[in-house]
């Protein structure tokens, strides 16, 4: 196995909770916010999701499949097109409504494929070119992939930790 077939199945794996988590969740569940300032379920599958979609193809020298896709016409989100859910206030979270199960779902599939595709195009020595000179050391592309895979999971694991909080009501 090579290291892009590792983080190939790391990336199959994130993809594979974001589907469980979404599974039958009503349009309710997926914008409820079990507290004050929460994060709902919705708005940290679109975090994530837009995250990868930004740093991949920033990485790769790709388009944004957010842009490039029209998802993000098509979600009507009142934010920024290059919006990512970065530093986002609790009110910009809770501005997420509106938007179909389904449609996130697919709009996540769109930035896996392309995940999938541009790590099935690289070799082994690709890996440790550098992506992002503004940190000490500059950040490679092993670097920058491992850090989407991190992010990624914490948030798919809290939005599944949110599902069983509201099936427990």
């Known amino acids: 196995m090579t290291s892009t077939d590792l983080l ?8 594979e909770c974001v589907g469980d988590v979404l599974q039958d969740l009503s349009g309710d569940d997926l914008v409820a916010r079990v507290g004050p300032g929460a994060n709902s379920i919705g708005w940290l599958v679109w975090h994530l999701t837009r995250v990868q979609d930004d740093h991949v193809a920033a990485a790769g020298g790709l388009e ?14 009142p934010y920024p097109p ?6 986002q206030s609790s009110a910009e979270v809770g501005d997420f409504q509106g938007v179909p199960v389904r449609l996130l779902q697919q709009y996540h599939e769109a930035v896996h494929e392309q995940t ?8 082994e020595g690709a890996l440790d070119r550098v992506v992002d000179t503004s940190f000490h050391p500059p950040v490679t592309l092993a670097v920058r992939l491992v850090s989407v895979v991190s992010d990624d999971l914490q948030h798919v694991g809290q939005a599944a930790y949110v ?4 099936r427990r009501r």
């Open 163 to 166: 599902r069983g909080l509201l």
């Open 64 to 77: 944004q499949v957010w842009l490039a896709g029209g998802w993000q016409r098509r979600f009507g989100l």
């Open 116 to 123: 999938l595709r541009f790590l099935k195009g690289l070799d």
């Open 82 to 87: 290059e919006a990512h859910g970065y530093g």
């Open 8 to 15: 190939a199945d790391a990336f199959d794996r994130i993809s």
